[in-house]
Structure formats: C-alpha cells, structure tokens
C-alpha cells in the first residue's frame, strides 16, 4: 500500500503520464472545466483544499518549467496571485495571459485537479518540466 507521496490516485495517475511542456490546471472551486477533459476533483467542502495546499503537494513531486496565471487572477486576488507565483520557487517563470485565453488553453490540458477553493481567479496551468534530476553531459 502506497504510503508516502501523493496519495490521491488519480493525482498520481495523471502525473505518471505527464511529459515535458505537458499542461495541467489547478484550479478552483468554480472554473468551468470544459467537457471531455479529464479531471480529478479533490474538493469536499468550501476551501477543502485550497489552490495552495494543493500546489505545495504538488511541488515536492512534480516538475514544472513555468505557471499561467489569467490577468483577473493578478488583479481580482493579488495575495493569492502571490502565492501561486512562489509555490514552485523563484525560478519558475509566470505568465499572465487574459482569462479569454486561459480558458481557450484549458480545452487542450492534459487533465484538471479541481480544488474546493473559493478565493476568486484560484486557478493555475502548470507546464510540465524535465525537473532537477535530468542531467547534461554539456551545459
């Protein structure tokens, strides 16, 4: 039996299929995922988990190489547009895009994990990265 790491299955599952510059959404309580994407919802009650609980999981066992983040997200809630952009570290980059093409980008993600968040714009697509074991012969 699985003891450590993500333990929800179909996190685990969908994180095993992800490639580099693979896209995968966190998103709130509230977002309109789009038919046929598959989505794994985590959510039990108002704010159970929230969008950062979930992320800070996420970093201790998933790579990524940068974070999208809707222009409301910045504007609407900017401590939590804070907190997105520090869930991976200082070194991976975040754009802002308008939240037409957020949701235009969110038809073709590999999968969504829907949070029980309600803190408005709590949404994120992370793009998948190699990560820090993969090693160069030549820098």
């Known amino acids: ?31 309109a995922i789009p038919l046929g994407v598959e989505t794994v919802d985590i959510s039990l009650a108002k704010d159970k988990p929230t969008l950062i609980e ?26 939590r547009f804070r907190a ?9 980059p975040v754009d802002v895009i308008p939240l037409k093409d957020f949701r235009q980008r969110s038809r073709t993600v590999k999968a969504v994990i829907r949070t029980g968040d309600f803190t408005a714009y709590s949404n994120v697509l992370l793009v998948s990265a190699g990560g820090p074991r993969w090693y160069l012969e030549r820098p």
């Not at 095993?16 to 509230?30: K, Q």
């Not at 520090?86 to 070194?91: I, N, Q, T, V």
Request: proline fraction near 3%; aromatic fraction near 4%.
């Open 84 to 92: 997105i952009a520090e869930a991976f570290g200082p070194d991976v």
């Open 54 to 79: 979930a992320l800070e999981e996420l970093a201790r066992h998933f790579s990524v190489e940068r974070l999208v983040v809707a222009e409301e997200t910045r504007d609407v809630s900017p401590a």
């Open 1 to 31: 039996m699985q003891e450590t790491g993500i333990l929800n299955r179909g996190i685990g599952e969908v994180l095993s299929r992800m490639g580099h510059t693979d896209e995968l959404i966190v998103c709130d309580a509230g977002f």
